[in-house]
């Protein structure tokens, strides 16, 4: 099992930058794909980006370009760096990762891109 805490959420101006973290209750090394999705208010969950142990990422087209999801395996932390951000970027960000067979989500950190 596996515990997921994300922080970093707030209000910025589009255009903006925040950079969310999410730490793991254990070694990361291990967990074969953590990520990011997002929901907004009347959507569907969806997927932001994500990253495997082996080092391959993956961006949702809406995003490229302008996120960049990264590990820190020392320090057991997943991060989202988002640049430019617009107001369609708000919504409830969500860390998730993928242990052998179980998916694991943490409480969510909102995000708020408005003027």
């Known amino acids: 099992q596996v515990q997921l805490v994300e922080s970093g959420g707030g209000l910025v101006q589009p255009g903006g930058s925040l950079r969310l973290s999410c730490a793991a209750s254990r070694s990361i090394i291990s967990i074969n794909v953590m990520g990011w999705y997002r929901q907004a208010p009347g959507k569907r969950r969806e997927l932001v980006a994500t990253t495997t142990s082996g080092g391959t990422t993956i961006y949702a087209d809406s995003v490229k370009g302008r996120f960049t999801i990264s590990r820190d395996n020392a320090k057991n932390t997943v991060y989202l760096q988002m640049n430019s951000l617009k107001p369609e970027d708000t919504a409830v960000y969500y860390c998730?990762?993928?242990?052998?067979?179980?998916?694991?989500w943490g409480q969510g950190t909102q995000v708020t891109v408005s003027s």
């Open positions: 998730h990762a993928v242990l052998v067979l179980d998916g694991y």
